[in-house]
């Protein structure tokens, strides 16, 4: 009969540098790249972790030499990673559209036409014909962007796409058979939204679009989403308002076939926390979804969470 063994955590080779609001993205040889992000010096320098010797070592930052965080990294299809937009020149805060491709095999980074437009907080979504998908983003004025943009790796270009109908930034974003969920994240004003839109690349003569805005229980940002099994995406925890930061324990589940919300299990986390905000969560090889860290604090995380808990696809279940 079927059985999962429990997976332990092991303690591996700590990074050369403090880091943190950082993406970390897997490269084809199986090791673990991580550039930029916060912290004291770490934001201009780029490391590698292999997991056959457990080490992290330095390599190539390239043109990051003005301090970075909040830019998005994505591995592509054709072997590179794409860096789009962020924040430049720490503690100036500079949001740019600046673009660079890392060549993987030789860690040289390549300059790339810039994004149509400057963001940072936007979400980078890989599509199943090597395209990547740029959604929405806090761009240097105060409202939050609709606009989406999609890169193509074989000329190399930026060409726009439909826009949001609600803008946003800190949102989630979760792509299932070339279509791209995006959920909750801030949008004009100080209070998260509860709206989740689809965006299809076939619609309008292949420009692509999204559709019509669902909504889901606890308008929340700084969740954590993930590609569950049978054709969903979970969303975990949150927050629910800039100001308040008032954290959530509560699970959304949302069903690609149906279109559907539902409510799943409560995070399990310890009496006395309301919830966790600022984790991150994967899909597990069984089809679940695993939810990692984050924090019922604000600012810099004074509350940090150990906490890791699986969700089950097939039983519904979420356990420690």
């Known amino acids: 009969y079927p059985a999962r063994l429990d ?3 092991e303690v591996t080779g ?5 880091r943190y609001d950082v993406p970390v993205v897997l490269l084809p040889n199986g090791r673990a790249f991580v550039v930029g992000g916060r912290g004291e010096g770490a934001e201009v320098n780029a490391e590698v ?3 056959a010797t457990e080490t992290w070592s330095y390599v190539p930052s390239a043109d990051l030499v003005s301090q970075a965080c909040d830019f998005t990294l994505t591995a592509m299809l054709d072997g590179r990673v794409l860096l789009a937009g962020g924040e430049w020149d720490l503690p100036s805060s500079t949001i740019v559209p600046t673009a660079q491709a890392l060549n993987t095999t030789t860690f040289t980074w390549q300059a790339l036409p810039p994004m149509l437009d400057a963001r940072t907080d936007h979400r980078a979504t890989l599509l199943p014909d090597g395209r990547v998908l ?34 946003r930034y800190l949102h989630e974003a979760v792509e299932h058979e ?15 939204t509860e709206t989740s839109e689809i965006f299809d690349p076939l619609v309008d003569n292949g420009v692509g679009g999204w559709g019509t805005p669902r909504i889901f229980a606890n308008s929340r940002y700084g969740h954590a989403m993930a590609p569950l099994g049978n054709s969903r995406a979970i969303i975990f925890g949150g927050t629910f308002n800039d100001q308040a930061l008032t954290t959530m324990k509560s699970v959304q589940i ?17 009496a006395g926390v309301p919830g966790l905000m ?3 969560a994967a899909r597990a090889l069984d089809g679940g979804a ?24 097939v039983t519904g279940a979420a356990s420690p």
């Open 134 to 167: 740029i959604s929405g983003g806090r761009p240097p004025s105060s409202t939050p962007l609709a606009s989406a943009e999609i890169f193509s790796p074989t000329t190399n270009s930026w060409s726009a796409t439909g826009s949001l109908i609600v803008g």
């Open 290 to 313: 695993i939810f990692t860290g984050g924090c019922d604090g604000y600012q810099f995380c004074d509350d940090p969470s150990d906490l890791a808990t699986y969700f089950d696809p």
């Open 14 to 18: 700590s990074m050369n540098e403090f």
């Open 178 to 192: 070339g279509r791209v969920l995006v959920a909750g994240g801030l949008p004009p004003g100080e209070t998260s």
């Open 254 to 270: 949302y069903d690609f076939d149906t279109n559907i919300w539902t409510s799943g299990p409560d995070l399990p986390v310890p």
């Open 7 to 9: 997976p332990t955590w």
């Open 49 to 51: 972790y292999d997991p």
């Open 278 to 280: 600022f984790g991150r």
